[in-house]
């Protein structure tokens, strides 16, 4: 079974960069599409971005300028860092796995990691 | 971007009754379209597929139609464990974009 698992401070300072990685375990990790997603009860789910083990990555407009994902297939992980966080970043972050046969949706969640930007 | 906006806010059923959600594209997305459901504390999980095609595990109850702009989530005869939010999502355009949710409460 495919399980992904969200890791970093859950505490960040306003301007400060908010570094997220998520562990993969079971499945394969080379051939997948990983994404980044968050939610706020204002904002509902917002997309950031997504990578792939060519290096390709493409993220959301709104964010991209502050935005950059990697992957580490060697760990089976990868990560996020948002720079300048302001309290807007506020959210629960969400790692997941684009479903195969329809890519561009997500099969498999991690659980969701509560990141909060305040001094 | 493409904007998809949820029918109704919520919805009040009771176990047994048919539910019909709703979500409407700000442009036609062919049938990029896919359902979640979301329970309080957990992440979201894939119900639905490029509109009508259920994901792996998903009880027959749950179906899906539509194409281009329009869409519907429908469950046939509500469950208590399908008390939950609902989302939908395209896949059509960059970004992703997310409806903003149906709320499906008990009555």
């Known amino acids: 079974q495919v399980h992904l698992q969200e890791s970093g401070p859950r505490l960040v300072k306003p301007s400060e960069t908010l570094s997220l990685t998520c562990t993969v375990s079971?499945?394969?990790?080379?051939?997948?599409?990983w994404s980044w997603i968050r939610q706020t009860a204002g904002k509902g789910l917002e997309w950031i971005g997504r990578s792939y083990v060519s290096g390709s990555a493409r993220y959301n407009p709104s964010l991209k300028s502050r935005v950059t994902m990697s992957l580490d297939t060697s760990k089976k992980q990868f990560s996020l860092s948002l720079r300048s966080a302001t309290s807007a970043d506020t959210a629960v972050y969400y790692c997941a796995r684009e479903y195969s046969p329809a890519a561009g949706s997500f099969e498999f969640w991690g659980q969701g990691i509560l990141v909060t930007v305040s001094s | 971007e493409i904007v998809l906006a949820q029918s109704p806010a919520t919805l009040s059923l009771s176990p047994g009754e048919r539910a019909t959600l709703s979500c409407r594209a700000s442009?036609?997305?062919?049938?990029?379209l896919t359902w979640y459901q979301q329970k309080p504390g957990q992440p979201p999980r894939l119900l639905i597929f490029d509109a009508s095609k259920r994901a792996t595990g998903i009880p027959a109850r749950f179906s899906g139609s539509g194409y281009g702009t329009d869409f519907t989530l429908t469950i046939s005869s509500l469950e208590p464990e399908d008390f939950a939010v609902y989302y939908c999502?395209?896949?059509?355009?960059?970004?992703?974009?997310f409806g903003q949710g149906t709320r499906l409460e008990v009555k």
């Open positions: 079971g499945g394969s990790f080379g051939t997948y599409y």
């Open positions: 999502q395209q896949r059509d355009d960059w970004p992703r974009t």
């Open positions: 442009q036609s997305i062919s049938d990029y």
